[in-house]
């Protein structure tokens, strides 16, 4: 196999393997019902005139499988915090203790649960795309190292063989996730 041939490869895979990272923190996004620090990453608060992420202002922890616990490093900053979390516009009713500010996750209905296997299927499909674009690319790469540089038939279609192989490898790590955080969210 050339030298090219084999950086197409190296390519297709890190566009596949960052299609894999992104589809995991987007998955991640989407809450099970459990309390996750994680449920306010997309959270920004204003702080001394500029936004900032909510982990650069507070300790963000769980209390229990239910309630997130936002500690302020300045106390000043708790209605900043506050009015952070509902800008966010993620459903929750955040509320202030003076030292502290708590939020109750709500524990969710069957049809919310539906509503988050589909955007987490959806989130598949987006990763999915991501892949066969990848796959396209590299084939394109390879079809033109065939036409312009002289590569044999028979190793651009080795390689292209390979390229389907990684696909479909990809397509199944894909799937796996997409069907773990199913089971998870559907878990009651």
């Known amino acids: 196999m050339t030298e090219e041939v084999t950086l197409t490869l190296d390519l297709a895979r890190e566009s596949m393997d960052s299609s894999i990272k992104h589809l995991e923190t987007e998955l991640t996004k989407i809450r ?5 620090p994680s449920m306010l990453d997309s959270v920004k608060v204003e702080y001394y005139g500029g936004m900032v992420p909510l982990t650069q202002v507070a300790t963000v922890g769980t209390l229990d499988a239910r309630t997130i616990t936002i500690k302020p490093w300045e106390k000043d900053s708790i209605e900043f915090i506050e009015r952070g979390i509902i800008n966010a516009n993620l459903g929750f009713a955040p ?5 502290s500010v708590m939020i109750n996750v709500p524990p969710l209905t ?3 649960r539906k509503q988050l296997v589909k955007q987490a299927k959806a989130e598949g ?3 999915k795309i991501g892949i066969r674009n990848a796959r396209k690319d590299a ?3 390879i ?3 065939h036409k312009d540089d002289g590569l044999a038939e028979d190793n651009a279609k080795d390689a292209e063989a390979q390229v389907q192989k990684l696909t479909d490898e990809f397509i199944v790590k894909i ?3 997409v069907s773990a955080k199913e089971k998870d969210i559907m878990t009651v």
């Not at 099970?32 to 996750?36: D, I, L, Q, S, V």
């Not at 509320?95 to 030292?99: R, V, Y």
């Open 32 to 36: 099970a019902g459990k309390a996750t």
């Open 95 to 99: 509320q202030n203790n003076g030292e």
């Open 110 to 112: 069957e049809e919310r």
């Open 125 to 127: 499909e987006n990763a």
């Open 139 to 141: 084939n394109d790469s």
């Open 143 to 145: 079809k033109k190292l």
């Open 175 to 177: 799937d796996s996730f």
